[in-house]
């Protein structure tokens, strides 16, 4: 069974930096047929992806947060990291790690997410 | 980007309806389409890939379909645990971008 589970900050403040992890399990970060992605929602608000990574270290981010994320992976701990600079209370949002198909680049299954609140 | 956009914004449907929802790209992303079904509290579901291809113990009576740059999302016969936002998602190219979503309520 695949799993994936973020951990991290419940709260932060502005201008700090966010850091979540997702701990994977039911696959390894190493199959070249998958990888990890980053998904937000804010309250009452639509989904937005934020960045990806896959088994060759390959990236790829948000045009518009491009600038504030870095996303990083250790298949030995099945683990990936997302930090997020300089939050912003509008970053107030549910993040959720999910698994991505490479050939077809859909997105299955998805963490529970861990909401994340941005204030001082 | 690759904008996308759903119509309707929302609906109000009752149980046994057929209920079609709008999905367009801004440019042609051929069959790099999915859809998610999310409802409150919960992680999204995703329930068709690359436009049409049903994901595993999905019901039948949700189907997608197109190509290009217009797809649908029917299901055919709506049931109490349908009630809930469904997103579309492009994945010809990154940054992938969903739709702003449909929310389909109880009449």
Known sequence: ?120 | DIQMTQSPSSLSASVGDRVTITCRASQSISSYLNWYQHKPGKAPKLLIYAASSFQSGVPSRFSGSGSGTDFTLTISSLQPEDFATYYCQQSYNTPITFGPGTKVDIK
């Open chain 1, 1 to 120: 069974q695949v799993t994936l589970k973020e951990s991290g900050p419940v709260l932060v403040k502005p201008t700090e930096t966010l850091t979540l992890t997702c701990t994977v399990s039911g696959f390894s970060l190493n199959n070249a047929t998958m990888g990890v992605s980053w998904i937000r929602q804010p309250p009452g608000k639509a989904l937005e992806w934020l960045a990806h990574i896959f088994s060759n270290d390959k990236k790829s981010y948000s045009t518009s947060l491009k600038s504030r994320l870095t996303i990083s992976k250790d298949t030995s701990k099945s683990q990936v990291v997302l930090t997020m600079t300089n939050m912003d209370p509008v970053d107030t949002a549910t993040y959720y790690c999910t698994r991505i198909i490479a050939a077809a680049r859909h997105i299955d299954p998805w963490g529970q997410g861990t909401l994340v609140t941005v204030s001082s």
